[in-house]
């Protein structure tokens, strides 16, 4: 698909009549739709998932507020490249955005599972196993977007040069219809913001709890001491 070409609309029913006449497809087409309508949406599946293994291990009597802030830190690490992509035209510039937040996002996820493991929380096989869902999807997706932009990889190569818009944000001429960017929008928030914006407040929670009661400890061991 070449720079700037619009973002197309599902055709799946019509896609496979044609390929089963024997018809041929347009690759960079059928990738981009499965970006769109499959890759990103199935996303929240394995984050879903996780978000239910870390409340079923209690994570805010255990690992608590801390890890539940590298979970935000990780989900912005992967939003970030992405409402850049949906709204910006791909170029070195987003590229290396995303190949950065990419390294990034491993980074923070080795850190997470080190931080699970230092507490009382046990991550267990199938939490490991969601988790390498979580950390190659977004290789899968930037391999991809590469592939469809292969002369933006190649200007990226070259640092750009010769091309005066390798290095600055550039709108999309035909962004995704505002249809897609509100379905996206409110899957993102009942899938993400809510499950871990909950996740997140219930450590908070638990941390306030622990903290009275340490206190009301404490004051129980004065009085005994002054009695």
Not at 58 to 74: A, F, N, P, W
Not at 84 to 90: A, D, G, K, P, S
Request: charged residues 25%; positive net charge; proline residues 7%.
């Amino acid at each position: 698909m070449r720079q700037g070409a619009p973002w197309p609309a599902p055709r799946a029913a019509g896609q496979a009549a044609e390929i089963a006449r024997g018809a041929t497809v347009d690759v960079g087409e059928v990738t981009t739709r499965f970006l769109l309508y499959g890759l990103l949406p199935g996303w929240f599946v394995p984050g879903l998932a996780d978000w239910a293994m870390h409340r079923r291990t209690r994570i805010e009597d255990t690992s608590g507020t801390k890890e539940s802030l590298i979970h935000s830190l990780m989900m912005a690490e992967v939003g970030l490249p992405i409402a850049l992509t949906l709204r910006y035209e791909v170029n070195p510039l987003l590229l290396a955005v995303q190949l950065g937040a990419a390294a990034v996002h491993e980074a923070t996820a080795l850190w997470d599972v080190r931080t699970a493991e230092d507490s009382d929380r046990e991550v267990k096989p199938v939490e490991q196993h969601i988790h390498s869902f979580l950390e190659s999807l977004p290789f899968g997706g930037l391999v991809s977007l590469m592939c469809l932009h292969s002369d933006q990889v190649r200007s990226l190569l070259r640092g750009g040069r010769g091309d005066p818009d390798a290095w600055r944000l550039l709108p999309r001429r035909r962004p995704p219809s505002p249809g897609y960017l509100a379905g996206i929008g409110v899957a993102i928030g009942a899938c993400v913001l809510l499950p871990y914006g909950e996740e997140l407040l219930r450590c908070r929670r638990a941390a306030r709890g622990r903290k009275r009661r340490a206190r009301a400890h404490r004051a129980a061991l004065r009085k005994l001491k002054g009695a």
